[in-house]
């Protein structure tokens, strides 16, 4: 009976995390925008399941600023602000900076080769403008270099960031020359690693991010900055 009770309390708990998870992302990935109505029954139902974890999921959304519930009516989407955004960035800049660091203490040999192996293909996929897949390379670099900080704590802290940028990134490699440049910036990155250089790689990927910012900024988003729209 105790057996049943604590298995149903870890469904519980895994279903209500599954309807988190797949909510946020489809909010900061914009299949739901800013100011969309979200109903607990509608939501239920995407997602083939009952009121309870939908509820739950909601408040944490709205915890996060994603969301807003109005009382008798259900959830509006908020989206990502203007000053998200460059908080985000300035977070993550300095992580990614840590996540370097530690890196060229921890990395180990095949993580190494596959970083290196991401670079290749996506210089690649960059000579041909093939941007949808230079992005899916761009997120591949980042997880490994998470992964190669030994730090899970860290890895899941900028797992979270980078979701949140994820509108963002797709605007800035698709400009003109960033894929390529942004690959150059991941290479100079592994080479300090490889080389265990850890100021330098830290340094780098401080600036890699910044720099990321500075040209989404130069291609829209200084637009809807201007604006204080939303990234969903």
Same mark, same amino acid.
């Given at each position: 009976? !105790?057996?049943?009770?604590?298995?149903?309390?870890?469904?519980?708990?895994?279903?209500?995390?599954?309807?988190?998870?797949?909510?946020?992302?489809?909010?900061?990935?914009?299949?739901?925008?800013?100011?969309?109505?979200?109903?607990?029954?509608?939501?239920?139902?995407?997602?083939?399941?009952?009121?309870?974890?939908?509820?739950?999921?909601?408040?944490?959304?709205?915890?996060?600023?994603?969301?807003?519930?109005?009382?008798?009516?259900?959830?509006?989407?908020?989206?990502?602000?203007?000053?998200?955004?460059?908080?985000?960035?300035?977070?993550?800049?300095?992580?990614?900076?840590?996540?370097?660091?530690?890196?060229?203490?921890?990395?180990?040999?095949?993580?190494?080769?596959?970083? !290196?192996?991401?670079?290749?293909?996506?210089?690649?996929?960059?000579?041909?403008?093939?941007?949808?897949?230079?992005?899916?390379?761009?997120?591949?670099?980042?997880?490994?270099?998470?992964?190669?900080?030994?730090?899970?704590?860290?890895?899941?802290?900028?797992?979270?960031?980078?979701?949140?940028?994820?509108?963002?990134?797709?605007?800035?490699?698709?400009?003109?020359?960033?894929?390529?440049?942004?690959?150059?910036?991941?290479?100079?990155?592994?080479?300090?690693?490889? !080389?265990?250089?850890?100021?330098?790689?830290?340094?780098?990927?401080?600036?890699?991010?910044?720099?990321?910012?500075?040209?989404?900024?130069?291609?829209?988003?200084?637009?809807?900055?201007?604006? !204080?729209?939303?990234?969903?």
């Amino acid at each position: 009976m !105790e057996e049943n009770i604590q298995r149903e309390g870890v469904d519980k708990f895994s279903l209500r995390g599954r309807v988190y998870k797949d909510l946020r992302e489809d909010i900061l990935n914009g299949k739901y925008k800013k100011g969309d109505e979200l109903k607990e029954v509608a939501i239920g139902e995407s997602y083939g399941v009952s009121r309870t974890p939908v509820r739950d999921a909601f408040h944490q959304l709205e915890l996060e600023g994603l969301i807003r519930i109005v009382p008798n009516k259900g959830a509006i989407v908020e989206g990502i602000s203007a000053k998200d955004v460059f908080d985000i960035y300035e977070i993550r800049s300095r992580l990614e900076g840590l996540a370097a660091r530690w890196a060229c203490e921890h990395i180990t040999e095949a993580q190494m080769d596959e970083m !290196e192996e991401v670079l290749y293909m996506s210089e690649f996929h960059a000579r041909r403008s093939h941007f949808d897949k230079v992005t899916e390379l761009d997120s591949q670099f980042h997880e490994l270099l998470y992964a190669a900080s030994g730090s899970k704590r860290l890895e899941l802290l900028l797992d979270d960031y980078h979701q949140y940028q994820h509108s963002i990134r797709r605007l800035s490699l698709a400009a003109s020359e960033r894929g390529k440049i942004s690959n150059d910036e991941h290479k100079a990155i592994a080479k300090a690693i490889r !080389e265990n250089k850890p100021d330098e790689a830290e340094r780098m990927a401080h600036e890699h991010i910044m720099k990321a910012l500075q040209n989404a900024l130069d291609n829209g988003l200084r637009d809807f900055m201007e604006n !204080e729209g939303s990234l969903t």
